[in-house]
């Protein structure tokens, strides 16, 4: 159980930067394609979709690997990394829909296709991985003496939980007080710091 509660709470941190990364999201994509109800499922689709894509793929890979909390460490640490990159692509993504003259000139159909293309160029990598977190960490602390899996139910529990205070901060404080970028990147920040903790204890899980 020690290593439940471990690795539970570094899917708790997870959990929580990864819904402040898709709060922070939701406002940069704003600042391109408005408030529509058409560039916000953009945004919730392929952040969601890419962490499906990736639980589905990554998640194979991870049961193959004989020190997942190692890897899980490393895809945080990268996410951290390409999250931090994503307002940057923002601007380039911005400065090519004004190029080709937006939705009055495209029309809604081909807008919504450039829309979900430019988002997918955006945060498509780092929501692939982070649909591989999940797994990694559950296999690390699973692997040994537990054959049922009754601590999984627990690790995702704990990963929600973390989901929802990382909506309801990120919405109701730290966008309020730091603005959208500053709020990314103290979540990127967080983040390494998890995979950082990770990476040390995947010296003693293996040990």
């Given at each position: 159980?020690?290593?439940?509660?471990?690795?539970?709470?570094?899917?708790?941190?997870?959990?929580?930067?990864?819904?402040?990364?898709?709060?922070?999201?939701?406002?940069?994509?704003?600042?391109?394609?408005?408030?529509?109800t058409l560039a916000s499922s953009a945004v919730l689709a392929v952040f969601m979709g890419g962490i499906g894509l990736g639980n589905a793929v990554?998640?194979?890979?991870?049961?193959?690997?004989?020190?997942?909390?190692?890897?899980?460490a490393k895809l945080e640490a990268i996410i951290s990394f390409l999250c931090a990159l994503t307002p940057f692509l923002v601007g380039g993504v911005?400065?090519?829909?004004?190029?080709?003259?937006?939705?009055?000139?495209?029309?809604?159909?081909?807008?919504?296709?450039?829309?979900?293309?430019?988002?997918?160029?955006?945060?498509?990598?780092?929501?692939?991985?982070?649909?591989?977190?999940?797994?990694?960490?559950?296999?690390?602390?699973?692997?040994?003496?537990?054959?049922?899996?009754?601590?999984?139910?627990?690790?995702?529990?704990?990963?929600?939980?973390?989901?929802?205070?990382?909506?309801?901060?990120?919405?109701?404080?730290?966008?309020?007080?730091?603005?959208?970028?500053?709020?990314?990147?103290?979540?990127?920040?967080?983040?390494?710091?998890?995979?950082?903790?990770?990476?040390?204890?995947?010296?003693?899980?293996?040990?």
């Amino acid at each position: 159980m020690r290593n439940v509660d471990k690795v539970g709470g570094l899917l708790l941190v997870s959990g929580a930067c990864s819904l402040v990364f898709q709060t922070a999201w939701f406002h940069e994509f704003r600042l391109i394609f408005g408030a529509s109800t058409l560039a916000s499922s953009a945004v919730l689709a392929v952040f969601m979709g890419g962490i499906g894509l990736g639980n589905a793929v990554l998640g194979k890979w991870v049961d193959r690997s004989d020190q997942p909390l190692r890897l899980y460490a490393k895809l945080e640490a990268i996410i951290s990394f390409l999250c931090a990159l994503t307002p940057f692509l923002v601007g380039g993504v911005r400065i090519a829909y004004v190029a080709i003259g937006g939705q009055e000139s495209l029309g809604l159909i081909i807008a919504s296709l450039v829309r979900l293309l430019g988002t997918i160029f955006v945060i498509g990598v780092p929501a692939f991985l982070m649909g591989g977190t999940l797994p990694a960490a559950v296999r690390a602390a699973t692997q040994v003496g537990d054959v049922a899996r009754h601590s999984v139910g627990k690790l995702y529990g704990l990963n929600t939980l973390g989901a929802v205070i990382g909506v309801l901060l990120g919405s109701f404080y730290l966008l309020e007080t730091f603005g959208t970028r500053e709020t990314l990147w103290l979540a990127c920040v967080v983040n390494l710091g998890n995979a950082t903790v990770a990476w040390f204890l995947s010296k003693r899980f293996s040990g």
